[in-house]
């Protein structure tokens, strides 16, 4: 039988933990996390990623700090404010939601976050921390969407030492700092992208197959191994007819299961990680200004 990898599930555990942990802060300290989420414009999806975000944060005792703005704003403006919010002592982490409009350098605004306070877990700085450390050490700031596939690979309780494990996506948001993580956990790791040849025949090696190229159901049954593990970060929108839609991954699902020992689905497997790994990065970030 098939082991579907339950995203839901495995961050509710991780958001009752913090929960604790954050009221265990809010007894000796009496401070809690803070975070602050800065959207440009009312790009659909982004507002639905960014209330997420807010609603689970509230859920678990973090202080949100909404910075809704226009997204006619210039560039220096926005940078004026994470300025602010770096140098603000209630804010312990500060997510600045992507895209940004196209007029924007995405990079420069990320560069400016101080890295003590990167919810994201994309500043230099602490990408360098990622890559440098000899184990996936859990005080780190780490990318959160990475982050969250680890701890579902973890949850099948057996040892990634050893197994062959394949990316296909080289972004540095999901699969560059995926391959750190597997290395780390002493994966052989191989990245695959658009340029690569014979990408199928690599794929169909792979104990664990991570898929986060942003094709919907680009894997097939015949791309995967026989008893391997499939985490699924694609998440698309796809037509089905005029009126609907849905959202699917970049792994063929209902093919692929029939094949994966373990598999996560699309809604429902990383997604939930992701906002779980971005709590986990705020209330880090507070513990470590606290302990000081």
């Not at 969407?145 to 494990?165: I, Q, W």
């Not at 005029?242 to 209902?254: P, T, Y």
């Amino acid at each position: 039988m098939t082991y579907i990898l339950d995203g839901k599930k495995v961050a509710k555990k991780l958001k009752d933990n913090l929960k604790g942990e954050i009221e265990n802060l809010k007894n000796k300290y009496n401070r809690v996390p803070g975070l602050a989420v800065v959207q440009v414009g009312n790009v659909a999806a982004s507002s639905i990623y960014v209330n997420a975000k807010t609603k689970a944060a509230k859920e678990v005792g973090i202080n949100v700090f909404d910075h809704h703005l226009q997204d006619n704003i210039k560039q220096k403006d926005l940078i004026d404010l994470i300025e602010q919010l770096n140098y603000n002592d209630e804010v312990d982490g500060i997510l600045v939601q992507l895209p940004l409009p196209k007029t924007f350098n995405e990079q420069e605004i990320l560069d400016c976050i101080t890295p003590k306070k990167d919810a994201d877990g994309f500043h230099p700085i602490n990408v360098g921390k990622l890559s440098i450390s000899q184990k996936n050490d859990e005080n780190l700031l780490i990318p959160c969407t990475p982050f969250g596939c680890l701890l579902l690979l973890r949850e099948l309780d057996v040892s990634l030492a050893g197994k062959n494990a394949v990316i296909i996506g080289r972004s540095n948001i999901v699969g560059k700092p995926m391959a750190q993580l597997l290395l780390k956990e002493s994966c052989t790791v191989t990245i695959v992208h658009s340029k690569t040849v014979e990408i199928e025949k690599i794929c169909k090696s792979a104990d664990i197959l991570v898929a986060a190229i942003g094709k919907p159901e680009l894997v097939k049954e015949d791309w995967v191994k026989d008893g391997a593990i499939i985490i699924d970060v694609g998440i698309n929108r796809v037509q089905i007819n005029q009126q609907k839609s849905k959202i699917v991954g970049d792994v063929n699902f209902e093919e692929v299961k029939r094949k994966a020992f373990a598999i996560s689905p699309v809604p429902g497997g990383v997604g939930p990680m992701t906002i779980a790994c971005l709590l986990r990065n705020t209330f880090i970030s507070c513990k470590k200004k606290l302990l000081v």
